[in-house]
């Protein structure tokens, strides 16, 4: 059960657009179409912002994009804004076990 | 609102045990999967174990089998972690998390600190 790979920061100004990549291997990311992300502030529990690749849950806005290809898979936050500073995890199912990146910290310059 | 309340943390010797609660309300536990999830003191996430809505499937990650169990009694809407033989690296915040559609965590509880120390 190894970890996804993710980048260990990203930043944005307000208004621009950022992405994290999510990089896993034939066992996960490449063969389910599983991938969620969950956005998480200090101190507080993860919550659930893209689900089945590039599915938002109600509350979540548009703003919040996924995207998949071959191996790896992609949140898009477009039009930052401050309240999206955070860190940003991956996930993936992996045949009887649940895997997440190690995490993207997001900063909104 | 979903709610869920994770409780049993505190701290504990190396070896010792402890045994984790998580109460479910405001939606019908019985029919869902549960999963444990970790985070360890500025570190990232770690998926520990699930349970099927029924308990018949279980699953547990690589660092945690053998050592914890995780149970449910959907009577009591009440998901479970035993911990055992704990070691320092269990140090961190345990949370019980739903399992969602499209194998999601779609709703976290507040979590639970456990630290393992001497």
């Known amino acids: 059960q190894s970890a996804l790979t993710q980048p260990p920061s990203v930043s944005g100004s307000p208004g621009q657009s950022v992405t994290i990549s999510c990089t896993g291997t034939s066992s996960d990311v490449v063969t389910y179409n599983r991938v969620s992300w969950y956005q998480q502030s200090p101190g507080t529990a993860p919550k659930l912002v893209i689900y089945g690749v590039n599915n938002r849950p109600s509350g979540v806005p548009d703003r919040f994009s996924g995207s998949k290809s071959d191996n790896s898979a992609s949140l898009t936050i477009s039009g930052l804004q401050a309240e999206d500073e955070a860190y940003y995890y991956c996930s993936s199912y992996t045949s009887s076990a649940w895997v997440f990146g190690g995490g993207t910290k997001v900063t909104v310059l | 609102q979903v709610q869920l309340v994770e409780s049993g943390g505190g701290v504990v010797q190396p070896g010792g045990s402890l045994r984790l609660s998580c109460a479910a309300s405001?939606?019908?536990?019985?029919?869902?999967?549960m999963h444990w999830v970790r985070q360890a003191p500025g570190k990232g996430l770690e998926w520990l174990s699930f349970i099927q809505h029924d308990g018949s499937y279980i699953y547990y990650g690589d660092s945690v089998k053998g050592r914890f169990t995780i149970s449910r009694d959907n009577s009591k809407n009440t998901l479970f972690l035993q911990m055992n033989r704990l070691r320092p690296e269990d140090t961190a915040i345990y949370y019980c998390?739903?399992?969602?559609?499209?194998?999601?965590?779609?709703?976290w509880g507040q979590g639970t600190l456990v630290t393992v120390s001497s």
């Open positions: 405001a939606f019908n536990f019985r029919f869902y999967g």
């Open positions: 998390a739903r399992a969602g559609t499209d194998w999601t965590f779609d709703y």
